[in-house]
């Protein structure tokens, strides 16, 4: 129930569906969501693809995370319907319902099989930042790289490089 838009329903058709020990049978989260039919279908030719449409067919699972992915759209300022908005602004509603659904199935996978506690991410990195990160990461490459010492660079004593956001 830590899952935003994840109601007693949707938990009851999960299990209902699958049962408690049926995830042992899926050896990674994309196993289940493409046998949950929440994954696209990749039709690759000559390494270009030809179609990624999520293949027809429905079962109680997915109905169930779809409806909870629906839910999450509707609601304000949490890290799924974040990500829901940002789908749905690039790909239209029903996309990003497909995508989020996918995204649960994924989640609860790993909650039930690996045995954490889901916790969604505080903060973004947004590409400024992860700029600078990139930018600092690569001096102090070139710094071991050409072993420069920090009097050669025009630091004090000491080398300590470090980025504040």
Sequence with gaps: MEIEGVSH?????????????????FPTSKQFVSWARLAPNNKISGGKVLSSKIPKGSNRLKIALRQAANA??????THLSDFFRRVAY??????????TARKLGVIIWT?????????PPKEYLFLDQKRKLKMASRIKKNIAKFDLKPEDIGFGNSLNISIDF
């Design 111 to 119: 909650m039930v099989t690996k045995k954490v506690p889901y916790s």
């Design 72 to 77: 999450i759209g509707n609601l304000k300022d």
């Design 90 to 99: 690039r790909k239209g509603r029903q996309a990003a319902v497909s995508a």
């Design 9 to 25: 329903s949707t938990i009851l058709s999960v299990i209902s569906e699958i049962g408690p020990g049926g995830f042992k049978k």
